[in-house]
């Protein structure tokens, strides 16, 4: 057995080397690679070199950005970012040295340069995105610790970046100024933006919220994040009634009393909204999960099982389980089990009872189920049927054949010839587990019956490397 070499006695060993042996392999390294160069820039750089640093920092992220320049510049995103996230980096740093005005200068620039930059580069992946928002983040974080601070400025720079943000780099950016503006400045802010607010025209309340006038719809967004700032939550409250949008921000209006220890108000307006309803963008709940924190909270404990329990029967997911589990008393956890095993038995989708089954390590039964339902499992659930047939190869192959045919057969039956190289490995596992089953005679029926129905799909044979029979 190989015994790895601990940090502590790494320690020891450069402890021993002398310092100009090591700063002359450290300069070494350095002329081969920029990240190491830079890291140690970051660490080893003097405050007093504050401007040096600053420049050199500005000259990486413009080196960045010249990615594009390159042919097929377009789709250099992700190399980007990382370069970028080395020069966050490095600012943060330079931040924590405490050069304050050298590293919001240098912030400045990056953002100019996200936004320029984010016109020449297909980010279709998210890759490039984040890193460019992180930067205002950063933004906003070193003009709170910039100190004495020019409210008046602070307030102008963010009211006119909001206004001029054409690919979202700036996005939630009041938010992220929260802290450098305070209450002085966001009370500012919002002046102005409900003096924006009153100089268009009437709310009509007839018209649909999403066809509403963007500039208007834009302007009640700053004032709903600068009541988030503000913690003031019956702010956000009279927003959304001003705009007859109490429906619509239930669930946010909701999760936010509920922050606020206003369980009961938070009850009352979680009514207000579609049950069932899924995750909004920024809100850390679904509605089963906010109803059933509240309920908690207000020791209505036995009721968010329920709730819990209604959500766990519409798909069977095993972490709505558990959360169903947590709420039941030690001596009634065996009974909700069974109860659950067998809902899972007699689902309305095979597929996800099966894939529950397994879930739960009740291996027999999710044969069981796969043996007496095989004519309704459909391969469609793909990413189900595949851990449910790996988790039954070995006890029950039969079952897993059953399944890997299902498999195959979507995949040939919708002609999906990408995905002829999984069918093809279903095939070959079929192979092993027909031998193990003893279904040698039911796996030659098989194939030649996909001989006879799909026997023109060349590419598919091709890749199952099967001969003609």
Known sequence: ??????????????????????????????????????????LAAPKEEAKSLASEINARTSRAWRLCDQRDG???????????????????????????????????????????????????????????????????????????????????????HIHDNDYAVKDDMICKFAKALGDEGLHALQRRLRGDLAQLPPLDPEEPHWKRDFNRRQIISWLKDIADSLKDVDEYIAISESEQQIETDAMEISRRLFDAERFQEALTFLEKCRAGQGFLRG??????????????????????????????????????????????????????????????????????????????NELERAARLIEQRQDEISGSWYSSLSKVAEALAGPYPSQAWLVYRSLLLDILN??????????????????????????????????????QKHGRKSSFWAKAKLGVQ
């Not at 005005?101 to 912030?107: D, S």
């Not at 995905?419 to 279904?439: D, F, I, T, V």
Request: proline residues 4%.
């Open 414 to 451: 919708s002609a999906r010839y990408k995905a002829y190289s999984h069918g093809a490995k279903y095939l070959a596992l079929m192979e092993q587990l027909a031998e193990k089953a003893n279904l040698r005679p039911r796996q030659a029926e098989f194939i030649q019956t996909l001989r």
């Open 283 to 360: 809100e850390p709940y679904d509605y089963p999960s906010l109803r059933c924190k509240i309920l908690i909270a207000l020791g209505r404990t036995e009721e968010a099982g329920d709730t819990l329990w209604q959500e766990f029967t519409k798909g069977l997911g095993l972490h709505t389980f558990e959360k169903v589990l947590e709420l039941t008393p030690v001596e009634e956890k065996d009974a909700i089990h069974r109860r659950a095993v067998s809902l899972a038995e007699h689902y309305r989708s095979p597929e996800q009872g099966a894939y529950f089954l397994v879930q739960m």
């Open 1 to 42: 057995m190989v015994e790895k070499i601990t940090d502590d006695k790494l320690s020891s060993y450069l402890q021993k080397v002398g310092k100009p042996e090591l700063i002359a392999w450290l300069m070494a390294r350095c002329r081969e690679d920029e990240k190491l160069r830079a890291s140690l820039l970051d």
């Open 74 to 160: 377009w789709k250099m995103a992700l190399p980007i970012s990382r370069e970028l996230d080395q020069v966050l980096t490095s600012i943060q740093s330079l931040m924590d040295k405490g050069c304050l005005v050298e590293a919001e200068k240098l912030l400045v620039s990056f953002v100019k340069k996200a936004e320029r930059g984010m016109a020449e580069v297909d980010d279709s992946y998210g890759h490039l995105w984040p890193t460019c928002q992180e930067g205002v983040t950063l933004w906003g974080e070193v003009w709170s610790r910039i100190e004495p601070r020019d409210t008046v400025q602070l307030v102008n720079l963010v009211y006119g």
